[in-house]
């Protein structure tokens, strides 16, 4: 390997790096929307069970519920994205998180095979930088 070689490998590990860092932070984001929106979709499925004057514990984010009693009202506000909510049913609010948290899971399932790909095209680089340093160790010796 020659010296330009060489440094284009370690220009290239370093550019790996910063591509799992920001596909890492991707990663944990879209876990955190997938919680969420999977917590909302078990709200609305209590809300569809429950009964005029039932009790329940509806989340309101960062592990926290508020006590409610159920009304007859079947229709929950749904964002929808970019800061844009609708009023929906509750059946099709449930649908609507259910089809999002397909969404969510496949980006996530898409970004840890990136971050995989990545990790192993990188030791694999490595190896052979690590490798050519031996050699220019021993090659000096």
């Known amino acids: 390997m020659e010296d330009d070689e060489l440094r284009q490998a370690m220009a290239v590990l370093e550019a790996y790096s910063a591509q799992l ?8 984001l879209l876990q955190v929307s997938l919680e969420d929106t999977t917590r909302a979709k078990e709200a609305f499925k209590a809300l569809v069970d429950a009964k ?3 009790d329940l514990l509806i989340p309101v984010g960062a592990s926290s519920f508020v006590h409610a009693k159920a009304t007859g009202n079947k229709k929950a506000i749904v964002g929808i994205g970019n800061r844009l909510s609708t009023e929906k049913d509750l059946d099709e609010a449930i649908t609507f998180m259910e ?9 996530l399932r898409e970004v840890v095979g990136a971050i ?3 990790e192993r095209t990188a030791a694999e680089l490595t190896a052979a930088v690590q490798n050519e ?5 021993q090659s000096v010796q």
């Open 21 to 28: 860092e920001a596909l890492n932070r991707q990663a944990r």
């Open 52 to 54: 005029e004057g039932d």
């Open 99 to 107: 089809n999002l948290v397909s969404d969510l899971s496949k980006s």
């Open 116 to 118: 995989s790909e990545i």
């Open 133 to 137: 340093y031996r050699y220019r160790e």
